[in-house]
C-alpha cells in the first residue's frame, strides 16, 4: 500500500520530509485529541492510530527516496527492531523487571553503557588520528 501510494499518488510523489513530519505531528495531535475525550470512541482511536501508522511508514519511505536509498526503510525497521532488544534485557534476555520503575532503570542504564561505548570509540579515534597526524609532521 505504502509503495503503491509513493508511486502512483501525484501528492504523495511530490511531498517532502519536512512537509511529511508536519502530517505526521498532526496524526499525533489527532491521537491525543482522541485519547483526551471524556469517553473515548474506540473505532476513531483505532482510525487515528491507523493514520499515524500510515504517516510514519510513509515518512520512512519518502527519506528513502529523498536522500536517494542512503537512508533505508528496512535498515530503519532493523535498528529498531535491534535497539529495542539491546534495551529490553527484561524481555529479550535474562533481567527481570516487575515494575515499570524497574524496566525503566534497566533500559536507562542499557542506553547510557552504550553511549559511553560510542564516546570512548569516538575517544580512541581521534587519539589514534592525533597520533598519525603527529608522527606525519614530524
Known amino acids: ?10 501528492w504523495t510523489s511530490q511531498t517532502k520530509v519536512n512537509e511529511m ?3 505526521t505531528e498532526s496524526e499525533i495531535l489527532e491521537v491525543k485529541e482522541e485519547m ?18 500510515f504517516d ?9 527516496r529523498d536522500f536517494n536509498g ?8 532493523k535498528r529498531c527492531a535491534k535497539k529495542i532488544k539491546d534495551r529490553c534485557p527484561h524481555v529479550f534476555g535474562r533481567e527481570t523487571a516487575n ?9 536507562n ?4 553503557n552504550k553511549n559511553f561505548v560510542k564516546k570512548r570509540i569516538v575517544r580512541r579515534i581521534f587519539d589514534i ?3 598519525f597526524f603527529y608522527f606525519i609532521k614530524n
Open 21 to 23: 513530519i508536519s502530517f
Open 1 to 10: 500500500v505504502i509503495d503503491g501510494v509513493l508511486k502512483h499518488c501525484a
Open 129 to 131: 588520528s592525533m597520533i
Open 36 to 53: 483526551a475525550a471524556t469517553i473515548i470512541n474506540e473505532e476513531d482511536l483505532e482510525e487515528e492510530l491507523g493514520d499515524l501508522m
Open 109 to 112: 542504564r542499557v542506553k547510557k
Open 99 to 107: 515494575t515499570k520503575e524497574e524496566a525503566h532503570v534497566i533500559w
Open 70 to 77: 542512503r537512508v533505508s526503510y528496512d535498515r530503519a525497521l
Open 56 to 64: 510514519v511508514l510513509l515518512l520512512m519511505k519518502i527519506c528513502q
